[in-house]
């Protein structure tokens, strides 16, 4: 027997064996079109110029006319599709609505069911891509993955709830639970973990890695998040780079803030500022300025290949010249004690309190601290004027000499 007659045969016994009660399902084979439809009213709309389509269920392709190399499976499966071709659809309702999208894959109850121009996407997972409309080249899968997403491109979302609310957002990475969940129109983004940029809506251009990292961020740009929980509170702030465990986890807002270290970072907000530890605190190890060129180290600085200060003339300007006896006489003056630091009791040192040497001399940045550079200066004037002493003596000395 031909294989056509055999086709046909079965799907008599398939029709004649359901209950009298039950709409028959249609079963057809189209021999010059190698068209399958299975299921009432399955590609009943098909013409002769839709070619190479396979349809099993009931409505699944009804009103494909002209579309071909499609595969349609489920009840209402691509039952709006008209001319759209290379399509694959599986389950009840996926890709309901597409009329004229090609080279898409949906798979999952109402994965990309309003679908209609949309093309090159593959949406897995129910109400996968849902509303997408004509958002192409999308690649979305989990429950609910994208579910929202009606214009947005070049997503790629990976995960139960996974850049659920994205409308027009486009170019965006979103892997892990719930991760993006919120975002609606933010752009270029990249949250990878659980929960990560959870809140985001419009923020863009953003790196989130690990459980919750970046969760609060809404309309933030430029942030960098690296670790558990990294950034947790950001909501609006701009080029932040937060590294480790909860690192920076107190801003809110703020810009070019750079945080490393697990729970590294200030006790409120900043901008412009560099924490390096391994605990929160606005007196880190390494605290820096940006805006300042100014770095502080909270601790001891060892240098074992020597410590040197930019000096060159070139640097240098509005000199002006200086009594040497008048340095020395404030050195005398001046209060020097052996002391401590509180932080590290244990260690002696000798020496005059910033307080005291800006008193004296009027230099450096503040009262509140000493330069190598002036320290330095004023011992070499020091020295010049004692030298300058010394030598006056030993004239004195030699011409009483000469007299006896």
Not at 13 to 32: E, G, I
Not at 188 to 201: H, K, M, P, V
Not at 230 to 251: K, T, V
């Amino acid at each position: 027997m031909p294989l056509i007659h055999r086709f046909v045969a079965v799907c008599i016994a398939a029709v004649m064996l359901l209950p009298l009660t039950k709409s028959y399902a249609q079963c057809t084979y189209d021999c010059s079109g190698f068209n399958s439809f299975f299921g009432m009213l399955a590609g009943s709309s098909n013409t002769p110029s839709g070619i190479s389509n396979s349809f099993f269920g009931a409505e699944a392709g009804q009103n494909n006319t002209t579309g071909d190399f499609n595969c349609f499976f489920g009840v209402a499966a691509g039952n709006g599709n008209t001319t759209g071709h290379s399509n694959c659809f599986y389950g009840v309702s996926a890709g309901n609505d597409n009329t004229t999208g090609h080279s898409n894959s949906f798979f999952g109850h109402r994965a990309g069911f309003s679908n209609l121009t949309g093309d090159n996407n593959s949406f897995f997972g129910l109400n996968a891509g849902d509303s997408n409309t004509s958002g192409d080249n999308n690649s979305f899968f989990g429950e609910g993955a994208g579910s929202n997403n009606t214009i947005g491109f070049w997503n790629s979302f990976f995960g139960r709830g996974a850049g659920f609310s994205n409308i027009q957002g486009s170019s965006n990475s979103f892997f892990g639970y719930s991760t993006g969940s919120a975002n609606t129109s933010g752009t270029f983004n990249s949250f990878f973990g659980q929960e990560s940029g959870d809140n985001n809506t419009s923020g863009g251009s953003n790196s989130f890695f690990g459980r919750r990292a970046g969760r609060s961020n809404t309309t933030g740009f430029f942030n960098c998040f690296f670790g558990r929980d990294a950034g947790l509170s950001n909501i609006d702030g701009r080029n932040n780079s937060l590294f480790g465990f909860s690192a920076g986890s107190n801003l809110t807002t703020g810009d070019s803030v750079i945080c490393i270290g697990a729970f590294s970072g200030p006790t409120s907000n900043v901008s412009k500022r560099l924490y390096i530890d391994v605990q929160r605190s606005d007196e880190p190890l390494i605290y820096g300025e940006f805006d300042n060129d100014f770095v502080k180290i909270n601790g001891t600085f060892e240098v074992t290949a020597g410590l040197t200060n930019p000096s060159s003339i070139t640097l240098k300007e509005n000199f002006v010249p200086v009594s040497r006896m008048e340095v020395l006489d404030k050195i005398a003056e001046l209060d020097i004690q052996e002391w401590s630091y509180k932080h590290d009791p244990e260690v002696r040192h000798v020496g005059a309190t910033a307080e005291a040497f800006h008193t004296a001399f009027n230099l450096g940045m503040g009262s509140k601290t000493i330069s190598t550079i002036d320290a330095d200066g004023v011992a070499l004037l020091a020295i010049q004027a004692l030298k300058e002493q010394v030598d006056a003596l030993r004239e004195e000395i030699e011409a009483l000499k000469r007299d006896d």
